[in-house]
């Protein structure tokens, strides 16, 4: 027998010995321990609370139990003779979403002190179950936590528009994963996603074309979808974040209003909104009104991103001239600053917080309304601008939290950063210890993949950009100790998961299986 065999026999025999105590749940827990015991389960099991404020998570709890295994439970009046019980009670850790789960053979019960745990320990549950055969669940001991407060993922429909029903879909997968801030990008060059009451002409202008057909019909959300996705959201403990792009990104926009434009350059036409024009600032402010009423989370993010691609009509725009003139300013990046500084106040003025991309880690604003995102990977000194600035920052950077970017080496739709793509091991791993100190890990909210879509144009290739790789982002967000080994065979079992929704996902198995999506 060769020493190689040896090897290699030896490390199969103690990674089939970890796999066997480890829970098939994605994101693993903090620690947990098998009982060596099945629950049952049947119909007419009951579900429990102690405290009323956990009544609509066992609704929850009641609902999905139906939806993945059929079993019919009821709502218990008492909790001491329920089957699962819901419990507020210390799960022996003070981080907000931390739970604790005990099962044996004839009771379930889940402690938390808040709903946000009570939800993360029925998701474990609710996994152990999907994993389960003949209706038989394994018993564990857990105690868990999340790492990160904010663990995200983005989509932006200005490029391509998905609908209500996508939107939902992902929205399960998000809460599935312990995902918990849903970033959407709404408005952009292509199209304007959403209705804004005081401006029709923004959907039902602006909402026309995408960014591979300038003429198709307008699509967008009307608010009374938005509050239904919402809610459907919040019911899954999961804050949607819209994004309503300013200075640049405006086209869509420009073409509904275009006296709010500010002109653009060449390559970029009818880029940004005017920052010369006083009537602007209070047309902006109307919008961000109607989307602080829909959206609870109390936060919008204003993008602020890439507006030197289209600001060079700013140079020849009087109201500009006059505008830089009064504020003593000289350059165009001092009248970027000044109009997301102005929008930021609007904000403020609502108590929402204000979010931005990375560019805008040069502003000073009010450390605590203030949250920067860092997406450039390239340029890092972005992301110590901000830390220095004393903003909470969320990590999105394009390598690897670009789920645009192509996942395999073979793969040819999609992009690329010389050379570099978003695997999911690269996904699985970040952020590392070198992305950020010690010493600034206060204020690191937590990390976010983004799915820009330009090169997305079907459900289908949604899919294969978002799994497998959603589920190692949840890991890489919950998770301070991994293991890549052992988090791939949780992923393998849950593969049968993702073809039971219809998902065409990659498979890191067997990428053959699925072969990549075009455009």
């Known amino acids: 027998m060769s020493k190689l065999f040896l090897i290699f026999l030896f490390f199969s025999v103690a990674l089939i010995g970890l796999t066997q105590n480890t829970p098939p749940i994605i994101p693993l827990p903090k620690s947990f321990q098998p009982m060596n015991e099945v629950f049952k389960l049947k119909d007419n099991l009951s579900i429990g609370v102690n405290d009323p404020s956990f009544e609509k998570e066992a609704q929850y709890l009641q609902k999905q139990l139906f939806v993945v295994k059929s079993i ?3 709502l218990a009046d008492n909790e001491s003779k329920a089957d699962i019980v819901l419990k507020k009670q210390d799960p022996g850790s003070k981080i907000a979403g931390a739970y604790a789960m005990k099962m044996d053979h004839g009771k379930i019960t889940i402690s938390a002190m808040d709903d946000a745990g009570i939800f993360n320990g029925i998701v474990s549950l609710l996994q152990l179950v999907s994993m389960s055969k003949d209706n038989s669940v394994s018993c564990w ?4 936590y999340p790492l990160y407060p904010w663990r995200g993922f983005m989509l932006d429909e200005s490029r391509h528009f998905f609908g209500k029903e996508k939107v939902k879909q992902l929205l399960d997968w998000m809460a599935f994963y312990k995902l918990n801030r849903f970033h959407w990008h709404l408005t952009d060059d292509p199209g304007w996603r959403i209705e804004i009451k005081k401006y029709p002409l923004l959907a039902y202008i602006g909402g026309i074309g995408n960014h591979t057909n300038r003429n198709a019909e307008a699509a967008y959300y009307t608010q009374d979808d938005i509050s239904e996705i919402v809610n459907y959201a919040a019911e899954r403990k999961i804050a949607i974040i819209p994004e309503i792009d300013m200075p640049g990104h405006a086209r869509a926009a420009n073409r509904a209003y275009p006296q709010f434009s500010g002109g653009g350059s060449e390559r970029y036409p009818d880029f940004t909104f005017d920052p010369g024009n006083e009537k602007t600032y209070q047309y ?3 919008i961000l009104k109607e989307m602080n009423v829909l959206f609870p989370s109390e936060m919008i993010h204003l993008g602020g991103d ?3 691609f289209g600001n060079e009509q700013w140079n020849s725009n009087p109201g ?7 504020q003593k300013m000289s350059t165009l990046a001092e009248v970027e600053k000044y109009f997301m500084v102005r929008m930021a106040d609007s ?9 931005a991309w990375d560019e805008m880690a040069d502003i000073s604003l009010p450390i605590n309304k203030t949250i920067i995102f860092w997406w450039r990977h390239d340029k890092p000194e972005q992301l110590k601008k901000a830390l220095d600035k ?11 939290l670009y789920f645009d970017f192509v996942q395999d080496s073979t793969h040819v739709t999609g992009r690329r950063w010389a050379g570099a793509f978003s695997d999911l091991q690269g996904v699985y791993e970040f952020p590392g210890k070198a992305v950020v100190g010690k010493a ?24 294969y950009l978002t799994f497998p790789r959603m589920s190692a982002l949840a890991e890489a967000a919950w998770s301070e100790k991994r293991d890549y080994g052992d988090f791939l065979h949780r992923l393998d079992r849950q593969l049968p998961l993702y073809r039971a929704e219809n998902i065409y996902f990659f498979n890191p198995f067997a990428a053959s299986d699925n072969p990549e999506p075009q455009y």
């Not at 004393?390 to 690897?400: D, E, G, K």
């Open 72 to 74: 019919t439970v009821f």
């Open 141 to 144: 001991n857990i105690a868990d």
């Open 284 to 286: 902006l402010t109307d």
């Open 306 to 308: 890439e507006v030197h």
């Open 320 to 326: 500009v001239k006059a505008l830089m003139e009064k």
């Open 347 to 355: 904000l403020y003025a609502m108590n929402d917080k204000f979010l």
């Open 390 to 400: 004393n903003y909470n920052v969320v990590l999105c950077p394009r390598i690897p």
């Open 440 to 463: 600034r890990q206060d204020q690191i909210l937590g990390i976010q993949a983004n799915l820009w879509t330009e090169t997305v144009g079907t459900g289908t290739r949604l899919d």
